[in-house]
């Protein structure tokens, strides 16, 4: 018996990592006739004394967000994939990427580009792939070079 996924989220992050991941994502969702849905969250936490100051902090990383995202699923369309959908949510990426969104989208895999953080840096700051692989409720998958 084989399993098919249904709904694929990709976390999208601008990095070499995640479009390694949006690749294969793309070749999932085709194989397995799924949708497609390209998740793209901005990070508050790291913003949030610096927006206080200036809104057009969030205004711009929006428009980022949306540019990276338009490029991606214009490129899943051409690889042959119309069931598309892009997000762009604010908060927490590995809280949003591990339940909320997953849970809002129904969604049975999640994938994600591995980070390049060492164990140091992994200490200090965390891994938010970690961090989704442990509180995820579905499959994951890391996707390395």
């Known amino acids: 018996m084989t399993y098919q996924y249904k709904r694929i ?6 990095s070499p990592q995640a479009e390694i991941a949006l690749k294969k994502g793309i070749q999932i969702a085709i194989n397995d006739k799924a949708e497609l849905i390209l998740a793209h969250v901005i990070d ?3 913003t949030q004394s610096v927006a206080t100051l200036d809104g057009f902090v969030f205004e711009q990383l929006e428009n980022e967000a949306n540019r ?18 892009s997000i762009i949510e ?12 997953p849970e809002k989208e129904n969604v049975d895999l999640i994938m994600l580009g591995a980070t390049g953080l060492s164990t140091f840096e992994r200490l200090l700051i965390g891994s ?13 998958l890391i996707v390395r070079k």
């Open 9 to 14: 989220l990709v976390g999208i992050d601008g």
């Open 44 to 46: 508050t936490r790291a």
């Open 68 to 85: 990276i995202l338009k490029k991606y699923k214009e490129l899943a369309q051409e690889k042959g994939l119309e069931n598309v959908k």
């Open 90 to 101: 604010f908060g927490n990426p590995k809280t949003l990427l591990a339940t909320d969104i």
């Open 128 to 140: 938010s792939s970690e961090y989704i692989m442990r509180h995820a409720a579905v499959d994951i």
